[in-house]
């Protein structure tokens, strides 16, 4: 099994920063896919951002100019950057890997969430 830790959440103004960072850990794991997913209340989770193994990324159009994920394979450890965040940002971050144990089925696992709120 994968473990998720999230870490970096917080409260910013309108055109602040933050960074997120996911630390997995377990053992016998490989992990290929990693990413952030939010949920804003009242509405579905979305994904934000991912990132492979081999550092191609993807982002959502809402996003894209402002974050940037990038990762650490030695760690194991996911990071996005949120630059000249919005209100609109303000959402549950949720850490997201794909990973598999040799001989088995890929498995997802998701982190616990952090708050990341954008107000004046």
């Known amino acids: 099994q994968v473990q998720l830790v999230e870490s970096g959440g917080g409260e910013v103004q309108p055109g602040g920063s933050l960074r997120l960072s996911c630390a997995a850990s377990g053992s016998g794991f490989s992990i290929f896919g990693m990413g952030w997913y939010r949920q804003a209340p009242g509405k579905q989770r979305e994904l934000v951002a991912d990132?492979?193994?081999?550092?191609?990324?993807n982002y959502a159009d809402s996003v894209k100019g402002r974050f940037t994920i990038s990762r650490d394979n030695a760690k194991n450890t996911v990071y996005l950057q949120m630059n000249t965040l919005k209100p609109e940002d303000t959402a549950v971050y949720y850490c997201?890997?794909?990973?598999?144990?040799?001989?088995?089925?890929?498995?997802?696992?998701w982190g616990q969430g952090t708050q990341v709120t954008v107000s004046s």
């Open positions: 997201h890997v794909d990973a598999r144990v040799a001989g088995l089925a890929p498995f997802g696992s």
């Open positions: 990132i492979t193994s081999g550092g191609i990324t």
